[in-house]
């Protein structure tokens, strides 16, 4: 490693390519070998060997090549999950592409932002694509979205939905092209540092950044944490739901499983569509070993009740993973007990776009320790993470602070896409030479690690300090609660107070008695300090497309502020539903005051 802090660079001078170390290496021992086992929302299903694969790639490489596709351009890919999208990726870095891909959820304004940014010669899409049976129509989206952009060359679409489409000149069907590519295609030798990808960030606490990922660092980190983690055997068959629109679809199922040819389930749909059994059923057709989700899905399996998951044979699990969000300790003994029937551990994986790859997870692979409901346990080796305060400073076991990197990691970003500035000034500049990735956090006395949420949503209530985690846990661990989300709201004599928004498990309906009853609860698992000065019911809480709680939406609303950037947001009818609550919270304070 070269550190020109903040800047690393690993193994300069060396080279490689990522779609040779993921393809070509298993061509004499796997080739026979399914790399992708891909089931459609309506249930057309395919099989691709890692020669089928290899194939695909190949061809497709030649294909960007005849539009013009040299080493350093960016290629937007904006397809829903199907196998092309892998095949695209792959065939970008075998060129030296870098590959944008950017999640089928976006609008033609977010998508449009993005294209702009990484100013791409190329994009890749759809026709259309399936949601919940309905067909949503891609290609118009890119339409709309490169309108007057002269630095985007070509169109190439996939015909996957089959519907009607109007061709524009630059437009190229991904078909066409295949049929006149050439078979082979030698990867082109890259520097280890060369770029592989920009990804977009989820956008939970703000604007997206244009994280930029190298090659030979990512994909050390991701071949020794996707061997450590997950404990890889040739005879797995391994199912992550993640999107490759975010990180973890970039790192676990479109590199992380292809450089250790391993099996893996890709499924293109919702997760509860048409029923919420959908992910039971593929883990019982497929007898998946190795199922890594999210805790927004599982809360809402959860919410779903256990009879659903208890009527499926999901006894081919032997291990189960979680990212994305701090696991509530209540769900995760769910997710022990009724899905992986108290015999899987669970890894929670804490990482961010940033990281690359997994920084802190137990390693069923490496060692033996006692796993914590609701902790990301330690860090990977060669990380040292720590819990600090203010100055910098490591704080004792059992105490809050802000969670850091102290050295340099493998899948470390390179920057953020064209603006040095801003990437050290987001990652560097809190604390000297240390990575700060704006989580909140505390150390235990066995050195284990809780999330406790973003620093930034932290609470203050007379003089405590509360991270979200802590609260919508306790909120969570009451039998009626499926999800939770709080913020504070300044408050005249306590500093700040709290607000929360619950949803419901099924079968509860929301009482004042119900109220009272969560009040109570609060109280007795947390302490009187978490009472809430305001309790809401809601059906839907203001989710990012990833999935996440977005908080600084009700801290905002809450304030009375504007909203921000919210082109990230899935769900319109939740900011409604919460605003509606904040207008009415605004009337009752005001008659109170009178
Ligand atoms: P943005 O940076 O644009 O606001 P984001 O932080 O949600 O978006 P990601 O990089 O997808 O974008 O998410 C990383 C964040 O997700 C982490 O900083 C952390 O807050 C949260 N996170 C991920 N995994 C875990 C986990 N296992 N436990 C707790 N929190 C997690
Ligand atoms: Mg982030």
Not at 76 to 99: D, K
């Amino acid at each position: 490693m070269q550190w020109d802090a903040p800047f690393a660079r690993w193994f300069v001078g060396g080279k490689l390519n990522a779609s040779f170390n993921a393809l070509d290496i298993h061509q004499k021992t796997k080739a026979t070998k399914p790399a992708i086992l891909w089931e459609g929302e309506n249930e057309e299903r395919r099989v691709l060997t890692y020669h089928d694969l290899w194939v695909q790639v190949n061809k497709f490489s030649n294909a960007l090549k005849s539009l013009g596709v040299s080493k350093g351009d960016r290629v937007t890919i904006y397809l829903p999950m199907v196998p092309e999208l892998i095949i695209a990726m792959h065939a970008c870095a075998r060129i030296g592409a870098t590959h944008t891909v950017v999640f089928s959820g976006f609008s033609a304004k977010s998508l449009r932002d993005r294209i702009e940014d990484s100013k791409s010669k190329i994009i890749i899409t759809a026709d259309g694509s399936f949601r919940r049976g309905t067909v949503v129509k891609l290609k118009e989206v890119i339409d709309e979205a490169i309108l007057g952009f002269d630095f985007v060359h070509h169109v190439v679409i996939l015909e996957r939905a089959k519907i009607p489409i109007t061709m524009n000149p630059k437009d190229k069907k991904w078909n066409d092209l295949m049929m006149s590519a050439q078979e082979n295609c030698e990867p082109e030798k890259l520097e280890s540092t060369h770029p592989l990808y920009i990804l977009y960030t989820s956008g939970t606490t703000g604007k997206p950044k244009g994280v930029l990922h190298g090659t030979g660092g990512y994909l050390t980190h991701l071949y020794s944490t996707f061997k450590w983690i997950f404990d890889i055997k040739d005879s797995d068959v391994y199912f992550c739901t993640a999107d490759i629109g975010w990180v973890t679809g970039h790192s676990y199922v479109a590199y992380g499983p292809l450089l250790h040819g391993a099996t893996q389930v890709m499924y293109e749909g919702a997760p509860d569509y048409p029923t919420p059994a959908r992910m039971w059923e593929i883990i019982q057709r497929y007898k998946i070993t190795t199922f890594y989700t999210t805790p927004t899905a599982l809360r809402m399996f959860m919410k779903f009740g256990d009879g659903i998951p208890n009527s499926y044979d999901l006894s081919s699990l032997r291990l189960l993973g979680t990212v994305g969000e701090p696991i509530n300790p209540e769900v995760w003994r769910w997710y022990f007990k009724i899905i992986g029937k108290e015999k899987c551990p669970i890894v929670d994986t804490w990482w961010q776009t940033e990281t690359g790859g997994a920084i802190l997870s137990p390693l069923p692979g490496l060692e033996t320790i006692t796993l914590k409901p609701g902790s990301a346990t330690r860090p990977i080796p060669g990380l040292d993470v720590a819990v600090v305060d203010e100055s910098g400073k490591e704080v004792p076991p059992e105490t809050k602070g802000y969670l850091v990197i102290r050295n340099p990691w493998p899948g470390m970003l390179l920057t953020l896409w064209g603006d040095d500035e801003k990437y050290k000034s987001v990652y560097w500049s809190k604390y000297k030479n240390i990575y700060y990735p704006g989580d909140y956090a505390i150390k235990d006395k066995d050195g284990y690690f809780w999330l406790l949420g973003r620093a930034d949503d932290v609470l203050k209530i007379a003089g405590h300090r509360l991270g979200t985690a802590e609260l919508e846990s306790g909120f969570v661990s009451h039998k009626s609660v499926a999800e939770a989300a709080v913020c504070g709201i300044p408050h005249e004599v306590k500093g700040e107070s709290i607000i929360a928004f619950l949803v419901l498990r099924e079968g509860f309906t929301p009482t004042e008695s119900l109220k009272n009853e969560i009040i109570n609860h609060i109280r007795k698992v947390i302490g009187p300090i978490a009472t809430p000065d305001n309790l809401y019911f809601v059906s839907k809480l203001p989710k990012t497309r990833s999935g996440k709680i977005m908080r600084r939406l009700l801290k905002s609303m809450a304030k009375g502020e504007a909203i921000g950037d919210v082109s990230t947001l899935e769900n319109e009818a939740a900011v409604n539903e919460v605003q509606a609550a904040f207008e009415e919270l605004k009337l009752s304070l005001s008659k109170n005051l009178k």
